[in-house]
Nanobody
Framework: QVHLVESGGGLVQAGGSLRLSCAASGRTFSTYAMGWFRQAPGKEREFVAAISAGGSTTPYGESVKGRFAISRDNAKNTVYLQMNSLKPEDTAVYYC????????????????WGQGTQVTVSS
């Protein structure tokens, strides 16, 4: 079992930056691939980024490529999402998730989810 808690969300102006964190419980964090997803009001949850257990593989969703960066610190049981050049369309609740797979981009591959953190980008 993995318990995930996101933090770092908030209100930011367009063009600004935020860094989200996701702290995980458990001694096996380093064996899990981690993912970030987001859900805007009235829209389906979409894939943002993922990172393999060792950090060598990091796929991104098309809408965030070149602006967002995912990373992890296995010593701190934490995964990060650095978000730069934010746009109003990035406004959403951001969720982190964990999977025992090598890496995954589909939300149904992730059995463990955090509660989400709100990111609002004003124009």
């Amino acid at each position: 079992q993995v318990h995930l808690v996101e933090s770092g969300g908030g209100l930011v102006q367009a063009g600004g930056s935020l860094r989200l964190s996701c702290a995980a419980s458990g001694r096996t964090f380093s064996t899990y691939a981690m993912g970030w997803f987001r859900q805007a009001p009235g829209k389906e949850r979409e894939f943002v980024a993922a990172i393999s257990a060792g950090g060598s593989t990091t796929p991104y969703g098309e809408s965030v490529k070149g602006r967002f960066a995912i990373s992890r610190d296995n010593a701190k049981n934490t995964v990060y999402l650095q978000m730069n050049s934010l746009k109003p369309e990035d406004t959403a609740v951001y969720y982190c998730a964990a999977t025992a797979l090598i890496v995954a981009v589909k939300q149904n591959s992730y059995p463990y989810w955090g509660q989400g953190t709100q990111v609002t980008v004003s124009s």
